[in-house]
């Protein structure tokens, strides 16, 4: 299905449904059931514009491919994002031959977790569910129109922009987009190339290149939702699910459980350059452990290493096989920087290290992804609320570059939406 198909499918099935009966309230903050303190907040519908909407709201994350015949397009999209993988000045041909080469393994992978990557549906139901929940609670802002915009598949982040014109936004008409990133913690390989991406796209659509002007009247008027790996309902959701996996274990063995949070690495090329991802998936890590009051032994961990250089570690398929040569046979292992099921839960963690790994060891287990969780998507909303609230175009970290960069993509598109600023400031006030 293409993104127009996708994103108009989205906004029609919105502007459908009946107004969203209020989750907030009967959720106490993220997740009690206090029935009895429901808020009172004026009815909103789709139709109904507050002085501020229509807000799109924008999920924005790498994708991944939703049937193995989109698996070809999608890595040679990866590889040849320099953002991520840096390749060298010959990027623009290693990055096709390896993604050739490629293909037929990773294709094999998709067909084993179901022929394809769940982050769309996931992504797509986290986003409405959102945006129902903020038509409620920022009316002022409302309608909010969920739309997703991926890095490297469908739905792509230049069809996504099409679609904003088509529904109205930008060309002349104006109005507020927020661009949500899915990756709770900061990396310019994938934060930072997304925001690259869509830079770019309003250039593109909207922007100089369009009308020759960098800032043409009635342009959509962007703000950044950058980073939030510490957010209180973000910690809380993981911590449930930590704790309902311990749950499975016997009373007396479960306080000697290992837990071992598992992040995406990065290349030490990027690591060294200063960028803020290892840093703030820590914080995410400490962060459960103080709300799980220390009550595991734990480590931080690194999987889905690509290529012969050097890469941030210790890997988690080796932490695990050096733990039970220690004696540890009870581990749960904890996707901390994915916000939903992908290729690297369902195959890397849940096939090669549980199944393959760990095989015989029933003491080894996966905490459920955050998914279709509500204590987290009412987190989302409240991040998004507190955002549109402050009249910041992006956190005041994401102005800051890395140590070692030297792109002028980076500088254009941090200037870009920085400046954004003023003009966001004077619509809240
Ligand atoms: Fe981090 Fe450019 S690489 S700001």
Same mark, same amino acid.
């Given at each position: 299905?293409?993104?127009?198909?996708?994103?108009?499918?989205?906004?029609?099935?919105?502007?459908?449904?009946?107004?969203?009966?209020?989750?907030?309230?009967?959720? +106490?903050?993220? %997740?009690?059931?206090?029935? $009895?303190? *429901?808020?009172?907040?004026?009815?909103?519908? !789709?139709? #109904?514009?507050?002085?501020?909407?229509?807000?799109?709201?924008?999920?924005?994350?790498?994708?991944?491919?939703?049937?193995?015949?989109?698996?070809?397009?999608?890595?040679?999209?990866?590889?040849?994002?320099?953002?991520?993988?840096?390749?060298?000045?010959?990027?623009?041909?290693?990055?096709?031959?390896?993604?050739?080469?490629?293909?037929?393994?990773?294709?094999?992978?998709?067909?084993?977790?179901?022929?394809?990557?769940?982050?769309?549906?996931?992504?797509?139901?986290?986003?409405?569910?959102?945006?129902?929940?903020?038509?409620?609670?920022?009316?002022?802002?409302?309608?909010?129109?969920?739309?997703?915009?991926?890095?490297?598949?469908?739905?792509?982040?230049?069809?996504?922009?099409?679609?904003?014109?088509? +529904?109205?936004? %930008?060309?002349?008409?104006? $109005?507020? *987009?927020?661009?949500?990133?899915?990756?709770? !913690?900061? #990396?310019?390989?994938?934060?930072?190339?997304?925001?690259?991406?869509?830079?770019?796209?309003?250039?593109?659509?909207?922007?100089?290149?369009?009308?020759?002007?960098?800032?043409?009247?009635?342009?959509?008027?962007?703000?950044?939702?950058?980073?939030?790996?510490?957010?209180?309902?973000?910690?809380?959701?993981?911590?449930?699910?930590?704790?309902?996996?311990?749950?499975?274990?016997?009373?007396?063995?479960?306080?000697?459980?290992?837990?071992?949070?598992?992040?995406?690495?990065?290349?030490?090329?990027?690591?060294?350059?200063?960028?803020?991802?290892?840093?703030?998936?820590?914080?995410?890590?400490?962060?459960?452990?103080?709300?799980?009051?220390?009550?595991?032994?734990?480590?931080?961990?690194?999987?889905?290493?690509?290529?012969?250089?050097?890469?941030?570690?210790?890997?988690?398929?080796?932490?695990?096989?050096?733990?039970?040569?220690?004696?540890?046979?009870?581990?749960?292992?904890?996707?901390?920087?994915?916000?939903?099921?992908?290729?690297?839960?369902?195959?890397?963690?849940?096939?090669?290290?549980?199944?393959?790994?760990?095989?015989?060891?029933?003491?080894?287990?996966?905490?459920?992804?955050?998914?279709?969780?509500?204590?987290?998507?009412?987190?989302?909303?409240?991040?998004?609320?507190?955002?549109?609230?402050?009249?910041?175009?992006?956190?005041?970290?994401?102005?800051?570059?890395?140590?070692?960069?030297?792109?002028?993509?980076?500088?254009?598109?941090?200037?870009?939406?920085?400046?954004?600023?003023?003009?966001?400031?004077?619509?809240?006030?």
């Amino acid at each position: 299905m293409s993104i127009r198909h996708s994103a108009a499918h989205l906004t029609r099935s919105i502007a459908q449904r009946p107004v969203a009966r209020s989750p907030v309230g009967l959720l +106490d903050r993220y %997740g009690s059931q206090k029935a $009895g303190m *429901a808020s009172v907040v004026p009815p909103v519908t !789709q139709n #109904s514009v507050g002085k501020q909407g229509p807000t799109a709201m924008v999920f924005m994350n790498m994708g991944g491919p939703s049937t193995t015949d989109e698996v070809g397009d999608f890595l040679s999209r990866l590889f040849a994002d320099a953002d991520l993988i840096p390749l060298g000045p010959l990027q623009s041909y290693i990055g096709p031959l390896i993604s050739r080469r490629r293909t037929p393994k990773i294709q094999k992978q998709y067909a084993a977790i179901g022929g394809g990557s769940p982050i769309r549906k996931w992504s797509e139901y986290q986003c409405e569910e959102m945006c129902k929940i903020l038509d409620q609670i920022s009316p002022e802002t409302a309608p909010h129109r969920p739309y997703v915009a991926f890095r490297y598949a469908n739905p792509l982040t230049e069809h996504m922009y099409e679609q904003l014109i088509k +529904d109205g936004f %930008g060309r002349g008409n104006g $109005g507020r *987009a927020v661009a949500f990133t899915q990756y709770p !913690q900061y #990396s310019c390989s994938t934060t930072g190339s997304s925001l690259n991406e869509l830079w770019k796209w309003r250039n593109r659509l909207e922007g100089k290149r369009a009308t020759g002007e960098v800032n043409p009247d009635g342009a959509i008027m962007w703000s950044v939702i950058d980073r939030w790996p510490t957010h209180p309902g973000l910690v809380e959701a993981f911590a449930r699910n930590i704790e309902d996996k311990l749950a499975e274990y016997p009373e007396e063995a479960r306080k000697d459980v290992v837990l071992l949070f598992s992040a995406h690495s990065l290349p030490m090329s990027v690591v060294n350059r200063g960028d803020p991802y290892p840093a703030e998936v820590a914080a995410t890590v400490n962060a459960v452990m103080q709300r799980l009051k220390h009550s595991n032994p734990y480590r931080l961990c690194w999987q889905s290493q690509v290529g012969p250089s050097a890469w941030l570690g210790a890997q988690t398929s080796d932490t695990v096989k050096h733990y039970f040569e220690r004696g540890h046979t009870d581990m749960i292992l904890v996707p901390i920087a994915f916000t939903s099921d992908h290729i690297e839960t369902l195959y890397e963690i849940d096939q090669e290290v549980l199944h393959e790994d760990a095989k015989g060891h029933p003491g080894v287990k996966r905490a459920e992804s955050l998914n279709g969780s509500p204590v987290f998507i009412q987190a989302l909303a409240d991040i998004a609320h507190a955002h549109l609230q402050s009249g910041d175009s992006c956190s005041r970290q994401m102005g800051l570059r890395c140590q070692g960069c030297k792109s002028e993509r980076c500088l254009e598109q941090k200037r870009f939406f920085v400046g954004e600023q003023a003009k966001i400031l004077p619509t809240v006030r």
